[in-house]
């Protein structure tokens, strides 16, 4: 059996069962198309059939893109990893962020994961918080440019340089400053679509849709009700998020887009594997205890992208995904390149048998001792 006619066994088997309301599939190997597969309804009301087109709240996963946009600017020699983030955007330079540099944001380790003040706890959006407030909240939160400008005025939590700590929504604020800033663009999606989204053929990756987009999916809780988090699938249903500009946690694509970044980034339509190599460069201490290095969690960084190769070979599989199940990674031994959109947020996940259909080993990560220092 071919690659393409398992994978869609597997989507419509899981759609039939019911652990999937709907779900796409996309494989590139060396560059070609292997698998193009979807199956199922925009939500549960089963009226609109998914189709290769159909885009999905993708959360972190694209994160890797905004990544993917530095890098591209410090091939083009507009900045260098190094470079103090406050000799380009002269706002950011106060609260001890004076010294920052753009690669400790690509590590995470900028101390800038939250911003206090406009952070709401996600319980509290379940046990019934303040409804004024929330909309206040999410007005606010959804608005990029003031959210830019709030984190050049923020205060890091701690000393930055020190442990890698994860960023969910800031690091789309701080990738999405810098970028802006280094080319005195105001429009980041624009920015995004000319240095990436354009030259890779992502013709279906939005960092925010147009509210005419109809061929969209919603999230949605399993048959049973049981849902992994209340609060991921209320947000990204909400239209103030589907429509404005996070990179770190409101993109919205299908899998073939997806699929087709990492793809280029394999083709070297992107990035040198110079700067590949240097950016999938595992960046790690013994102390980064914040996010723990265990098996089964995304937890290894290099500059913007989670390794999950092998142990002795963690940048071989390098990638990112996202709230819900999303998920888009590039084997560089294979040269698999792949993307995953699910609106089901609920468990079990058809990804797993994805990836047994197609023999894609992930995640094979070491324990926390046989991980080697790299930052010093």
Known sequence: MDLQKAVQQVLDRAVE????????AALYIDGELAVNAYAGWTDWSKTQKVD???????YSTGKAMSSTVIHRLVEMGKVNYDTKIADFWPEFGCNCKEDMRVWHVLAYRAALSSIPETEIIPQLLEEGCDEKLIREHDELVTNFKEMIRRIAKAAPNEPFGGKQ??????????TGGIAMHVTGTNDYPALFKELVGEPAGMDRFFYGISPDENNAAHLVKSLDGVTTTEYGVKKMNNPLYRQCCNPASCAMSNAL??????AALDRG??????TIDNAVNI??????????????RWALFGLGYVLSGPVGDF???FGHGGLGGSEALLDRKRHYALGFTRNCFANPSVLEKFYEAIDFKNRDWPDPMEVPETVK
């Open 17 to 24: 069962n019911g652990t999937e309301c709907c779900c796409q």
């Open 52 to 58: 290769e087109n159909t885009v999905f709240p993708v």
């Open 165 to 174: 700590v994860y960023h969910p929504f800031t690091y789309g604020w701080l």
């Open 257 to 262: 887009s997806l699929a087709r970044h990492y």
């Open 269 to 274: 339509t992107l990035l040198t594997q110079e």
């Open 283 to 296: 960046k790690w201490r013994a102390k980064d205890d914040v996010i723990q290095a265990v098996r089964g």
């Open 315 to 317: 940048a071989r599989i």
